[in-house]
């Protein structure tokens, strides 16, 4: 059994190659991420696997805007029945992260109440919902 990112990397390659994109996962930092053709058009695809429970997230570096229109951010569920994958514009990921994440320190007076040194956030199927609605997909 691969592991949850092997998986994710799977599952999304064939999502974006079922949709005619010719795609290959590079590195871009410390993160894989696929980059796509297709008829002249590239894009830059990010992702992050769940298995179970929430995604889990990075606050560094991942709030702040791109301000590119060619980058996206894939969520790729394996928690269900069957693997979905929803795409949205990278930067208006990270604008709803970054809100979501300053509402929670905000709620718990500026602070993590378990750990204030983590750097990760979740984010819940509701928060995802939320998201969806506000944001531009593939």
């Keep these: 059994m691969p592991d949850t990112r092997t998986a994710g990397a799977h599952v999304l390659r064939k999502w974006l ?6 795609a290959s996962e590079t590195t871009e930092g410390r ?3 696929f980059h796509a053709h297709r008829n002249g058009v590239r894009r830059i695809v990010r992702y992050t696997t769940r298995s179970s429970g929430d995604f889990q997230l990075s606050t560094v570096n991942n ?4 301000n590119r229109d060619d980058h996206f951010w894939a969520f790729v ?6 693997p979905s994958v929803t795409v949205l ?3 208006d990921a990270r604008a709803f992260f970054k809100a979501e994440h300053e ?3 905000a709620s718990h007076g500026g602070h993590r109440p378990e750990n204030d040194n983590s750097d990760h956030q979740g984010l819940t199927d509701a928060q995802m ?3 969806l609605r506000r944001s ?3």
């Design 129 to 131: 919902s939320r998201m």
């Design 31 to 33: 993160r894989k991420v």
């Design 17 to 22: 190659e079922a949709d005619g994109w010719s």
């Design 63 to 66: 709030h702040a805007p791109l």
């Design 103 to 105: 509402n929670y320190l």
């Design 136 to 138: 531009r997909t593939w």
């Design 89 to 91: 514009l990278e930067d």
């Design 77 to 82: 569920d394996l928690a269900g029945r069957e």
